[in-house]
């Protein structure tokens, strides 16, 4: 199993703010791995750190074996290192159809392919093609977001809270994506819905005031009920 | 959605056959002049829009564009034969000269936060200007100095249509660009820089490419200005050039580029009909003050511009 990226003793501040006091782990190429923790914790602000939007002071982010911590967010991103944050960011000035367009790294048949094929999941979007992504519900801002991620074949993809604020016909569909995704993308996903986590996720990382405290594999997560008490208030 | 396309083109096409067959069916030499102008300044206006619609880009320096191509024009007219060869030769320097000076100035300033980069330009502007003032030997300062237009121009009415035709081609040249996938990504960088950065989008490649654009086309605008009048003198580089094309933007309608072209119309049928009518009523040799008056109601009742308004109350974009 080769590590696809691993992050290691990460520091980050916002402001004055000392977020991330020492975060690390590892993420191995055809898995899905999980950050977890309460809110505050600092898993948002790992994955922004990784995207180089909160550089890291002390640390470092290697991406196949090569230093990214310093790289500017659109190289890193031109390493074909998928983003989507948890606000939804789209182009509410930009249609449905341009939103997917700008996201495109190239518009070949194969991606044209993906994109039917993410539109048979969220068909709303076909539906609003032609409006502007300001006229979308949340619901929708968000499963466009999670489209415009899906449409690259990326190596490693950073999913911040895909189910937050969705309902769960639309979470369903989003795990099925993810699912489909997964057979040829590493995953980096921050989730607050632990049967979400459970279900897709292979490893783990805890986070805990800005400081990684545990890690193993999914299984020996769930089986373990005091670790799910402290540090993500279940049961 | 395709049938309001058709009816989009439909409407452009009547105006346009309109607007062509009008100096052959009117004998005012003032209104042939006056709307020369305002193809002009529409021109002017667009290249606007292309920075503040689609870049969101304040600029306070985008006279010196202006400037750039009308002193081109209106020297290389002066110093060589005045002929049609000699004038497209002058558009081109134009233009290519605004486009180096608009790549540099981008370069160095649009990483800049916004204002920071608006009172950048003003300064560049400002020294522009005052190059161009002390430069007497070439530009003979504020006196300025008159030139003879090529022959084939001598008729305003052939000016007039080729004004006419230079506006339908920059407008549907800039809608292409607008409307391709960089003019996607320009909005994108707009909207939200991060963002697009997450995509992969370096912004200050995007920023610059259409503050260039935005020169190039402010520069062919000037030319053409110039030309029209037979003169040439530093108000062409006067931040109310800039101020002019700011406001025909607002009012018109800000990313809509067709706002602009009405903007430019609204603002130079204002300060015409306004100055007119001081020679009736006195109050009005104070026009600029109901020119202030026009403006806010504009922002008042039109916030987004007219056609910006008009388009939200549609639902739609374009």
């Known amino acids: 199993m080769t590590t696809l990226l691993k992050a290691e003793n990460l520091h980050t501040y916002i402001g004055q703010y000392h977020i991330l006091q020492g975060v690390s782990f590892a993420a191995t190429q055809g898995e899905v791995s999980v950050l977890l923790g309460r809110n505050g914790a600092g898993k948002t602000t790992t994955l922004k750190t990784i995207m180089g939007l909160t550089p890291a002071s002390k640390g470092t982010v290697m991406f196949k074996g090569t230093e990214i911590t310093k790289k500017p967010t659109y190289e890193i991103s031109n390493l074909h290192i998928g983003y989507v944050p948890e606000d939804q960011a789209i182009f509410a000035g930009l249609t449905v159809e341009e939103n997917m367009r700008v ?112 890690t193993g594999t999914m299984e020996e997560l769930i089986a373990n009920d005091e670790l799910q008490h402290t540090y993500l208030g279940i049961g | 959605m395709i049938a309001k396309m058709r009816g989009n083109y439909l409407l452009l096409t009547i105006i346009i056959i309109a607007l062509a067959l009008f100096p052959f069916v009117s004998d005012s030499r003032t209104l042939t002049i006056l709307l020369t102008q305002i193809f002009i300044f529409a021109i002017l206006a667009m290249s606007y829009d292309v920075l503040l619609g689609y870049t969101g880009i304040v600029s306070f320096g985008h006279a010196m564009f202006f400037g750039i191509g009308a002193y081109a024009t209106a020297i290389i007219l002066k110093k060589t034969e005045p002929t049609m060869l000699s004038f497209f030769l002058s558009i081109i320097v134009g233009m290519l000269l605004a486009g180096i000076v608009s790549f540099i100035i981008g370069l160095l300033t649009l990483r800049l936060q916004s204002h920071f980069f608006a009172m950048f330009t003003l300064a560049v502007s400002g020294l522009f200007l005052v190059a161009a003032e002390k430069s007497r030997t070439l530009t003979q300062g504020n006196d300025g100095f008159t030139f003879r237009a090529p022959e084939f121009f001598a008729d305003r009415t052939t000016f007039y249509l080729f004004v006419l035709a230079c506006l339908l081609i920059i407008f549907l040249l800039l809608r292409l660009f607008v409307h391709s996938p960089f003019g996607s990504v320009l909005i994108a960088v707009k909207e939200n820089e991060t963002r697009s950065a997450a995509l992969g989008y370096k912004a200050i490649y995007y920023k610059v490419m259409s503050s260039v654009v935005a020169g190039v086309v402010a520069s062919l605008a000037g030319s053409l200005y110039v030309v029209s009048l037979r003169f040439v003198n530093t108000s062409v580089m006067g931040i109310d050039i800039t101020l002019n094309a700011l406001l025909m933007t607002i009012i018109g309608g800000v990313g809509t580029l067709v706002g602009p072209i009405l903007g430019a119309a609204i603002i130079q049928l204002a300060q015409h009909n306004l100055s007119n009518l001081a020679k009736t009523y006195p109050i009005f040799e104070r026009w600029i003050i109901f020119f202030g008056i026009i403006y806010i109601l504009a922002v008042i009742f039109f916030p987004k511009g007219v056609v910006g308004t008009i388009r939200e109350k549609l639902g739609r974009k374009s």
Do not use: C
Not at chain 1, 124 to 149: C, E, I, P, T, V
Not at chain 1, 165 to 184: C, H, R, S, Y
């Open chain 1, 103 to 214: 996201a495109m790294r190239k518009e070949d048949d194969t991606t044209l392919e993906r994109q039917e094929y993410i539109l048979s999941l969220f068909p709303d979007l076909k539906k609003y093609w032609h409006k502007d992504g300001a006229f979308l519900s949340g619901g929708q801002k968000q499963m466009l977001a999670m489209a415009r991620a899906f449409i690259n074949e990326g190596e490693l993809l950073l999913i911040d809270e895909p189910s937050k604020g969705l309902a769960p016909i639309v979470i369903e569909k989003v795990m099925e994506a993810m699912t489909e995704m997964k057979k040829t993308t590493t995953i980096v996903l921050v989730e607050q819905n632990f049967l979400m986590a459970s279900k897709i996720g292979d490893t783990y990382t805890l986070i805990d005031d800005g400081k990684t405290v545990h």
